[in-house]
């Protein structure tokens, strides 16, 4: 292991001394399991069959958004940031349902596999783009050591991972035929690549590069704070929301709703627009996530309208209430 000591043996885990200098709060495992839809009697084993069922259940349910970094799309206010605490990760995540990218989605997810007794390790990634650049450790990945090396990864866009994929080639197809496998890099800096095919592609495309070196959350910080600030991130323009379906998976932009379904060994794209008006309803319906709840503070939505106070301060303004009522 590589950070944050023993657990205690109940439905809880402490905040890493990384995380924070001050005293550990607890994140109940009970809650995050909750959260994507698994009974926590139901988890009795740290084995495989159980990451597979974790993973599966994370990726269906928790999306893959940068909401928090370039805020509501319809309000003049920017995103909250990303802050990497596991604490807050568990607030957002799992109180508030909300989603998140690599770092939060990730980080969070090795959280809760080490307080569920797994082997696992945070591991740095790096994204390429088409011409093989990219920042170092600009993703965030996971190996548990189950029977075999696994990768875990419940922090990208789409195609999303849905099986924990071995370290040592053997290619694993999903329940939408698409397939995974991790093979050796030609790479002089990494040492191993994550790819997959998606039907009817002959061809495998690189997902990440990353060596076996772990590291604590911490590592991430400077990737972190560059890729929710830096004007060329692919996490600063557009909003982005994503979420694995039974078939496939769905995809929000600012203007459209499209839903892909892996169907006869290729894909099916539905797209249809989405009016501003129709947009928040939308990304609740279709992903869970509510960026203004019908009642903060005790006063209604429209209440704060008419006091000018825009969705995204009445929620940091909600937030803060409810961190000062009692426990």
Request: charged letters at 25%; glycine letters at 6%.
């Amino acid at each position: 292991m590589t950070e944050e000591g023993p657990l205690e043996a109940n439905s809880s885990i402490q905040q890493s001394q990384a995380d924070s200098a001050t005293a550990a709060p607890q994140i109940s495992i009970d809650r995050y399991l909750d959260r994507i839809g698994i009974a926590p009697s139901s988890v009795t084993e740290a084995d495989k069959n159980t990451l597979t069922r974790l993973q599966q259940a994370h990726v269906t349910t928790v999306p893959f958004e940068n909401l928090s970094i370039v805020g509501d799309p319809f309000d003049d206010e920017p995103g909250e940031g990303v802050v990497l605490s596991i604490p807050q990760l568990f607030e957002k995540v799992v109180i508030r349902e909300r989603g998140g990218y690599c770092f939060e989605l990730n980080g969070l997810f090795h959280s809760l596999l080490r307080g569920l007794d797994y082997d696992i390790d945070r591991v740095p990634a790096r994204i390429l783009s088409d011409d093989g650049a990219g920042p170092p450790a600009n993703h965030h990945t996971n190996i548990v050591t189950a029977d075999r090396e696994y990768v875990v990864d419940v922090g990208m866009g789409t195609p999303p991972m849905r099986h924990p994929t071995p370290l040592n080639g053997s290619v694993v197809t999903d329940e939408v035929g698409v397939q995974w496998r991790v093979v050796a890099s030609d790479r002089p800096d990494e040492t191993l690549q994550t790819e997959y095919r998606e039907p009817p592609a002959s061809e495998w495309s690189s997902r990440y590069v990353f060596s076996k070196q772990p590291c604590d959350i911490e590592y991430f910080r400077a990737t972190n704070d560059h890729l929710q600030t830096a004007p060329e991130s692919a996490f600063t323009g557009d909003p982005i929301v994503t979420i694995a379906t039974e078939s496939g998976y769905r995809r929000l932009s600012r203007e459209s709703l499209s839903e892909s379904d892996h169907v006869d060994n290729g894909i099916q794209e539905r797209r249809r627009a989405v009016a501003p008006e129709q947009w928040h309803e939308t990304l609740n319906r279709m992903f869970g996530i509510s960026l203004w709840p019908s009642s903060w503070c005790g006063l209604e939505f429209h209440s704060w309208a008419r006091l000018g106070v825009s969705r995204v301060r009445a929620g940091r303004i909600w937030v803060s209430a409810q961190d000062r009522l009692p426990r």
